[in-house]
């Protein structure tokens, strides 16, 4: 099927906008490039400091003939998605040997867990994580040693800011290794339902703590398509990955099998052999707009709209909310996965999973085949699937048709002609909302109202039983130069509250509301940000405000607005405690969230 014409548009558009800065970035790619393998060029000295713990590989990297794999990892028990990664290197390293190669740790990486900092001073740290991570991982892949890298990590900044790294590392080849979701719990609706409950005062905490524990109960990622799943995803639509190996669930022998293969793949593709694949080369822009359609067609995290324009300028390429919007008008809904369905994504994998969305959005052009990956040349083989057949792993052409039309549908019958997100702007500044999980006859709301500058404010608010006709809830100074851009998701519960009471009820905020924003319509990532006088600082309270996203629009309805002076709020407890004064630089560099909100890229 030829390329949709407004995909082959919209690469276009970004090639030519990213041309200078595309062309920089491959220039310094191939001087790195042909220096030759790095370990060549370090003195004995270097190398010996380098092997000294290798034991029975001491031999083999002395002599530099096998290629050496570099392996980040962010391990650490704290995060279920990544307890697996624990044992990762000795399988990698076992692997390496029998392929004949070497692997080594090259360096670890912080990797927090937002479920556990949702609502508290911690979740200030998140977003700049991503930033720390691609510095982290710079540092391990500064000592020079490697031919390729392996990089292990799942979760929310974790992905974003070690594909950072790995484009910044960009003439080295690159496979990142998951290790797939927990098995399913309690279902995320039922767990949704008794976190209203409690927000409601009708059950306690030893119920409430209860469901969580059923829900988030073992190793893997959440089962819910949020952020950590939609990194899975992307790395899939982008190349990145074995194929088929995001929700593969861990501890199973299909999961090892495709560690080791991607061990072997690591290996085959070094400026040693005769397919070097580097990084740089497969993180083009026909690769970003891969990961935008598949963010469209899954529903996934709003998170990756600030992600993925950061990942793209580490490449050279730049990305705008302009290229998320064309995409999104051009691709259909293809899945309903909690928070957009009631299925999670094991059920979405049962189904037919990535394998069957990447082979029906190539039948309907709707994306580059034409990529190179780190499996081989074209998307295609991403819509295959791999399988144990007597002991070996092979990959087989997947599910004809969906498995089950209330999870997935072809491109022909989707849920929606279009995907979740989309793009707002007016008066009230630029941002986007996720639609596929709101009712249609929320799409549009008018209504005035309630300022607040923190999440607090608000549960108090309601609490007190204040919201009592429709509002617009503005939760303002929540941007990264004000505090960091936390997400906003402790809200949740309470809003859909409120929704349930028959209120209509929006949030409009320059925070973040993560990938489990829900059925509560979200104006978020607004910019200008209040604490740069965006024009979220001039709204009073009581104003009256229209979010439409149907027609894209964000608007306070008030004659005098553009004329008044935007306040100012002391921010100062935001600077202190829990690690928060170590990040004051990051607080004061930042970008605007248009733009990724990055400060290393």
């Known amino acids: 099927m030829p390329l949709n014409p407004r995909i082959a548009a919209v690469t276009e558009r970004i090639r030519a906008r990213s041309a200078q800065r595309r062309a920089a970035y491959l220039e310094r790619m191939q001087a790195a490039a042909q220096a030759g393998p790095a370990?060549?060029?370090?003195?004995?000295?270097?190398?010996?400091?380098?092997?000294?713990?290798?034991?029975?590989?001491?031999?083999?990297?002395?002599?530099?003939?096998?290629?050496?794999?570099?392996?980040?990892?962010?391990?650490?028990?704290m995060l279920s998605a990544h307890q697996p990664?624990?044992?990762?290197?000795?399988?990698?390293?076992?692997?390496?040997?029998?392929?004949?190669?070497?692997?080594?740790?090259?360096?670890?990486?912080?990797?927090?867990?937002?479920?556990?900092?949702q609502g508290q001073p911690g979740m200030e740290l998140s977003l700049f994580s991503r930033d720390v991570i691609a510095l982290s991982a710079g540092v391990a892949m500064s000592h020079n040693c490697f031919d390729a890298a392996v990089w292990l990590g799942v979760c929310d900044k974790i992905v974003p800011g070690l594909v950072i790294a790995a484009a910044t590392f960009g003439h080295v080849p690159s496979v990142?290794?998951?290790?797939?979701?927990?098995?399913?719990?309690?279902?995320?609706?039922?767990?949704?339902?008794?976190?209203?409950?409690?927000?409601?005062?009708?059950?306690?905490?030893?119920?409430?703590?209860?469901?969580?524990?059923?829900?988030?109960?073992?190793?893997?990622?959440?089962?819910?398509?949020?952020?950590?799943?939609?990194?899975?995803?992307?790395m899939e639509f982008m190349g990145l990955h074995?194929?088929?190996?995001?929700?593969?669930?861990?501890?199973?022998?299909?999961?090892?099998?495709?560690?080791?293969a991607a061990t072997e793949r690591a290996l085959a593709i070094t400026a040693q052999g005769n397919d070097y694949r580097p990084a740089g080369q497969v993180l083009d822009e026909r690769a970003f707009v891969?990961?935008?359609?598949?963010?469209?067609?899954?529903?996934?995290?709003?998170?990756?709209?600030?992600?993925?324009?950061?990942?793209?300028r580490a490449a050279g390429i730049e990305l705008t909310l302009e290229d998320f919007a064309d995409i999104s008008a051009t691709v259909p809904l293809m899945a309903k996965v909690y928070p957009n369905g009631l299925a999670d994504v094991n059920h979405f994998h049962a189904a037919g999973g990535l394998g069957y969305m990447i082979g029906e959005l190539l039948e309907a052009g709707l994306l580059h085949d034409d990529v190179s990956t780190i499996a081989g040349d074209g998307l295609r083989?991403?819509?295959?699937?791999?399988?144990?057949?007597?002991?070996?792993?092979?990959?087989?052409?997947?599910?004809?048709?969906?498995?089950?039309?209330?999870?997935?549908?072809?491109?022909?019958?989707?849920?929606?002609?279009?995907?979740?997100l989309r793009q707002l702007a007016g008066n009230l500044g630029q941002g986007v909302i996720k639609t596929s999980a709101v009712d249609p006859s929320r799409h549009v709301i008018e209504a005035r109202v309630r300022i607040f500058h923190d999440?607090?404010?608000?549960?108090?608010?309601?609490?007190?039983?204040?919201?009592?006709?429709?509002?617009?809830?503005?939760?303002?100074?929540?941007?990264?130069a004000a505090n960091g851009m936390p997400e906003l998701h402790s809200l949740t519960p309470i809003l859909s509250v409120l929704q349930d009471r028959g209120l209509k009820v929006a949030l409009v905020t320059d925070g973040r509301m993560s990938g489990a924003s829900g059925k509560v319509p979200a104006a978020i990532h607004v910019a200008p940000e209040a604490a740069k006088g965006g024009p979220l600082a001039k709204l009073r309270e009581g104003d009256l405000v229209r979010l439409d996203a149907v027609a894209g629009r964000l608007d306070v309805l008030e004659a005098d607005f553009d004329s008044r002076s935007p306040v100012q709020v002391d921010l100062s407890g935001n600077d202190f405690g829990i690690g928060r004064e170590l990040f004051a630089a990051f607080r004061a560099t930042v970008g605007d969230s248009t733009e990724g909100a990055g400060v290393v890229v």
Not at 182 to 205: H, W, Y
Not at 300 to 305: E, K, Y
Not at 390 to 418: C, H, K, M, Y
């Open 455 to 480: 999440q607090i404010s608000v549960k108090t608010a309601f609490q007190a039983g204040e919201i009592t006709e429709d509002t617009i809830v503005v939760v303002r100074f929540q941007g990264p």
């Open 176 to 234: 990142f290794i998951p290790a797939g979701p927990m098995t399913s719990g309690l279902p995320n609706d039922e767990k949704a339902k008794v976190r209203q409950r409690f927000a409601q005062g009708e059950i306690g905490r030893e119920e409430l703590m209860a469901a969580e524990m059923a829900s988030y109960h073992g190793p893997g990622t959440c089962t819910f398509y949020g952020t950590a799943n939609t990194n899975q995803m992307l």
């Open 290 to 312: 891969n990961g935008i359609v598949g963010l469209m067609a899954t529903g996934g995290s709003t998170n990756l709209v600030l992600h993925l324009p950061a990942m793209a």
């Open 39 to 77: 370990r060549a060029h370090l003195s004995c000295g270097n190398q010996a400091h380098a092997y000294a713990a290798m034991e029975a590989d001491k031999s083999e990297l002395a002599q530099g003939r096998a290629p050496n794999l570099g392996i980040v990892t962010a391990y650490n028990d």
């Open 381 to 420: 083989r991403y819509a295959q699937e791999p399988k144990l057949r007597d002991g070996a792993l092979v990959w087989e052409d997947g599910a004809g048709e969906s498995l089950n039309d209330r999870i997935l549908r072809p491109a022909s019958t989707p849920f929606q002609s279009s995907g979740g």
């Open 85 to 117: 990664f624990e044992h990762y290197p000795d399988i990698i390293r076992r692997a390496a040997r029998s392929a004949g190669g070497t692997a080594q740790v090259a360096g670890g990486v912080p990797a927090m867990c937002d479920g556990v900092t």
């Open 242 to 260: 074995m194929p088929g190996a995001a929700f593969v669930n861990p501890g199973t022998p299909l999961r090892e099998a495709l560690t080791v």
